[in-house]
């Protein structure tokens, strides 16, 4: 069975970038509802004993009345996860190393990077995520719609910014573009750089 995770971190240590009211909402609810909807449809199935991450890369294994809603959900599940374990308040600001010069050849510079990275989420219509991602040596910045997630279709992901409304809405309201902005303050780099060099 599927668990929700742990916050690495108490409800109100992101504030003020992130409230622990919008924490407590995010994560205890909508995530939670994810965990517990993906559970209900992966129950009896090839997927049952699988991590949400595994899942999302053997959606052939899911039964075809279901393996919408199964993308959905494990999507939920999956993308928050990944999401949560990012962030911190005093965490590594930038890259090093491999990553920052991965970064500096795809992009031109870190500054670029978070330019294109915010215009990108920005520019996603309605629900969905910027992410940062690597196939083939090659980092690109995409976005999704709804929960899909870049993990399906074989890429490695190293970072992403939820613009789901109700990440954000509490804070910030109809401003997803500041919101965006100030992401960066709380982004780990060292958790970045981690799933890098896996």
Request: a negative charge; one cysteine or more; glycine letters at 6%.
């Amino acid at each position: 069975m599927i668990e929700l995770i742990k916050l690495p971190y108490a409800y109100d240590a992101l504030e003020p970038v992130i409230s622990k009211e919008t924490i407590e909402y995010h994560h205890d609810k909508h995530h939670q509802a994810y965990v517990n909807k993906l559970n209900e449809l992966i129950e009896g199935t090839e997927l049952a004993d699988m991590h949400p991450c595994e899942i999302l890369k053997n959606l052939d294994k899911a039964p075809a009345d279901k393996k919408q809603a199964i993308i959905n959900q494990g999507g939920g599940v999956y993308n928050h996860n990944v999401y949560w374990t990012q962030l911190a308040k005093d965490g590594q600001k930038e890259p090093k190393g491999e990553l920052k010069e991965a970064i500096d050849k795809a992009f031109g510079s870190f500054d670029e990077f978070k330019e294109k990275f915010e215009k990108a989420g920005a520019g996603q219509f309605g629900s969905g995520w910027a992410w940062l991602v690597e196939k083939d040596g090659k980092l690109e910045i995409m976005t999704t719609a709804n929960q899909d997630a870049p993990i399906s279709k074989g890429y490695k992901v190293l970072l992403n910014n939820d613009v789901w409304e109700h990440a954000y809405y509490i804070d910030y309201r109809n401003k997803r573009a500041e919101y965006l902005k100030k992401f960066w303050d709380i982004v780990d780099w060292s958790v970045v750089e981690e799933r890098f060099v896996k």
